[in-house]
């Protein structure tokens, strides 16, 4: 049920093994992984991914995911050719048979080529506990199924702005991370620099981070360091950002 | 011409829908996904609840397989039928039907086979009138579908 009709520049067919491929030939939209055992709860996400201005992929199951990501144990790190299968964003069930969405969440946060993609889990269980384990262990943010429009619009607008973030840091403009902050008061996420694609450098874009008062020095760290989210942000921070909701 | 008249279809819709908010068998989350239903995806409601009947049948089939076996144990199987079935009958709004799947995992978590059954019997019973009422809800949607048609019929060449 492809919303769009675009054809991508790869043929790919419409299903294989249980995944659900949607063409992604546009590399300017996002594209999300969405990650559940549970039919219905794929079909939702899927459309309130779609009726985001979004491109959907699911999958059954973490081993899926992790495949579809390019990182199959059997094979090894990315795969050639996978371009356009670029994954801006994975969205995942927590509590699923097999590879849970934290293991799933490791195991991209582990990975030197995936650990930059953010990934959200949603979950039915309203658990400090795990949602504080989630979010340490660098979950970008927390849902509580059932999962609404408008929590997947804010999850949209905070993808906006990463790309406007990344494409300004392409073209080598002045990078202003105050106008960017200020431009994400409204989203609750921290930033961090994105790098989906399998590109074999490390990203040394800096990283700014969304707190409600940027400070200089702040802005001195990301610039010379290349780092992931989870150097500079603190798990608590995180935590008291997602309850401020 | 066929009885079908719109704006009775309409009010006879809303009044159900209204009913079924005030029952409480379904909460905002079903409004949700009507809002996710577009030109692009006219059937989307229809397909996810038909999607949810297929799946919430073989579950309830499973659990009271589970609980008619004399030797039955595995209450931790009943609890993971039990969290799938809470969890899709939350994403479609069936409220009713998940709060007896939260009173039945209550039962379950303490070994009470006895409870479980009583759990099952309710269950089973509040999940028949949600799909009844949800084919009368789709009837009438159909209908409205078909006075449209009549309304502005395609010229004939007669």
């Known amino acids: ?17 249980g995944l659900n491929l949607s063409p992604s030939g546009d590399h300017d939209e996002v594209h999300v992984l969405a ?15 779609k009726i985001s201005s979004c491109k959907v992929t699911t999958v059954d199951s973490g081993i899926r995911a992790l495949q579809f990501l390019g990182l199959d144990e059997e094979k090894g790190s990315s795969v050639d050719g996978l ?5 801006d964003l994975v969205i995942t069930d927590y509590c699923m048979p097999g590879m849970t969405g934290y293991e799933l969440l490791k195991k991209i946060k582990e990975s030197s080529t995936l650990r930059e993609i953010p990934v959200v889990i949603m979950s039915s269980e309203n658990i400090m506990a795990r949602i504080a384990r989630c979010l340490e262990e ?4 927390f849902l509580v ?10 999850i949209r607008e905070y993808m906006a702005t990463r790309e406007v973030g990344a494409r300004k840091h392409e073209k080598g403009n002045s990078f202003n991370k105050r106008k960017l902050c200020d431009s994400c008061e409204s989203c609750d996420l921290p930033l961090s620099s994105p790098s989906t694609s399998s590109s074999p450098t490390p990203s040394a874009s800096s990283s700014p981070l969304c707190p409600s008062s940027p400070s200089p020095t702040l802005s001195m760290l990301s610039s010379s360091v ?16 997602s309850n401020s909701e | 011409m066929l009885g079908l008249d719109p704006d009775r279809l309409w009010v006879d819709m809303n009044r159900l829908l209204a009913l079924l908010f005030h029952q409480g068998v379904l909460d905002e989350q079903f409004l949700q996904l009507q809002q996710l239903q577009d030109e692009s995806s006219p059937n989307f409601v229809s397909e996810v ?3 949810y009947f297929y799946e919430s049948e073989k579950l309830l089939r499973n659990l009271r397989a589970l609980l008619m076996d004399k030797e039955f144990s595995d209450y931790k199987k009943m609890g993971i039928h039990l969290n799938q079935f809470m969890g899709s009958s939350s994403s479609v709004g069936a409220k009713r039907v998940r709060n007896v799947c939260v009173a039945f995992r209550a039962a379950s978590e303490q070994n009470n086979r006895a409870g479980c059954l009583r759990a099952l019997e309710l269950l089973e019973h509040e999940y028949c009138y949600l799909k009844n009422k949800m084919h009368e809800l789709f009837h009438i949607q159909q209908q409205r579908v078909l006075a449209a048609g009549v309304r502005y019929p395609i010229a004939q060449n007669n």
Do not use: F, H, Y
């Open chain 2, 49 to 51: 609840v038909n999607i």
């Open chain 1, 138 to 141: 660098g979950a970008e943010e």
């Open chain 1, 145 to 154: 199924k059932p999962v609404k429009l408008s929590d997947v619009k804010r």
């Open chain 1, 1 to 17: 049920m492809a919303r769009n009709g675009v054809a991508s520049k790869l043929w790919r067919p419409e299903t294989i093994d």
């Open chain 1, 35 to 49: 990650v559940d055992d549970s039919l219905v709860d794929r079909k939702v996400i899927e459309q309130l991914l």
């Open chain 1, 226 to 241: 290349p780092c992931s989210t989870s150097s500079l942000d603190s798990p608590t921070r995180r935590l008291k950002m």
């Open chain 1, 83 to 87: 371009d356009s299968l670029k994954v």
